[in-house]
């Protein structure tokens, strides 16, 4: 076990703490902060993004910029309650690149995502989830395992090893990237049933 994890984490208070600290991958340098994840320590829904943007960088809160107003409306939509929801990222530092004074979203890449799986495994452990709703193809691979298709997966139920209930969705960040506005709100419709449909889904 790694030694962040030593001793075993017990506390969502705990876990934000040994974040803070983490320095498993070279994100760290560069972000103003980790980004833990945040909500009930019983929330029946997880939803886990890719990681925080800059928006959430500086304030320490997942899902506060343009792609968090989305969700926020999308869960609104389908009856899920935020207040209600642990939301978090696959990966807890945000990853960018100057572009003047601009700091510009860069993916995580695949070792980055490994680093931080420790930080997704405790949140799983003391949240114990009924539903992982997986935001995007970072958010997939780290809570599968593996890469997934989103297209492909669509309303597609997988289980982890315990039982929980996965479903792959796209990320809310596509939608700010459709620039047509009738597509988009099509489009948006489409994210907020499929947020609908996984939430009937769990157990």
Same mark, same amino acid.
């Given at each position: 076990m790694d030694a962040e994890l030593r001793p075993p984490i017990r506390s969502l208070g705990r876990l934000a703490e040994a974040e803070e600290h983490c320095t498993r991958c070279p994100l760290y340098a560069? +972000?103003?902060?980790? &980004?833990? /994840? %945040?909500? *009930?320590?019983? +929330?029946?829904?997880? &939803?886990? /993004? %890719?990681? *925080?943007?800059?928006q959430e960088d500086r304030a320490g809160h997942p899902f506060v910029g343009p792609a968090g107003r989305?969700?926020?409306?999308?869960?609104?939509?389908?009856?899920?309650?935020?207040?209600?929801?642990?939301?978090?990222n696959a990966v807890k530092h945000f990853k960018h690149e100057m572009?003047?004074?601009?700091?510009?979203?860069?993916?995580?890449?695949?070792?980055?995502?490994?680093?931080?799986?420790?930080?997704?495994?405790?949140?799983?452990?003391?949240?114990k989830p009924a539903l992982i709703v997986a935001l995007g193809a970072t958010a997939a691979r780290s809570v599968l395992g593996r890469p997934v298709p989103i297209g492909k997966s669509r309303r597609k139920r997988f289980e982890l090893a315990g039982g929980t209930a996965v479903f792959v969705i796209q990320h809310p960040s596509a939608l700010l990237r459709i620039r047509d506005?009738?597509?988009?709100?099509?489009?948006?419709?489409?994210?907020?049933?499929d947020l609908r449909h996984a939430a009937s889904q769990a157990g």
């Amino acid at each position: 076990m790694d030694a962040e994890l030593r001793p075993p984490i017990r506390s969502l208070g705990r876990l934000a703490e040994a974040e803070e600290h983490c320095t498993r991958c070279p994100l760290y340098a560069d +972000a103003t902060q980790a &980004v833990p /994840g %945040e909500g *009930p320590r019983r +929330a029946r829904i997880m &939803v886990v /993004g %890719e990681q *925080p943007g800059d928006q959430e960088d500086r304030a320490g809160h997942p899902f506060v910029g343009p792609a968090g107003r989305l969700l926020d409306q999308a869960l609104e939509n389908a009856g899920i309650d935020r207040g209600e929801t642990f939301v978090t990222n696959a990966v807890k530092h945000f990853k960018h690149e100057m572009r003047g004074k601009r700091r510009l979203h860069k993916r995580p890449n695949a070792y980055e995502v490994e680093r931080c799986h420790k930080w997704f495994e405790a949140e799983l452990a003391l949240v114990k989830p009924a539903l992982i709703v997986a935001l995007g193809a970072t958010a997939a691979r780290s809570v599968l395992g593996r890469p997934v298709p989103i297209g492909k997966s669509r309303r597609k139920r997988f289980e982890l090893a315990g039982g929980t209930a996965v479903f792959v969705i796209q990320h809310p960040s596509a939608l700010l990237r459709i620039r047509d506005s009738a597509d988009r709100r099509t489009q948006f419709r489409r994210f907020s049933a499929d947020l609908r449909h996984a939430a009937s889904q769990a157990g």
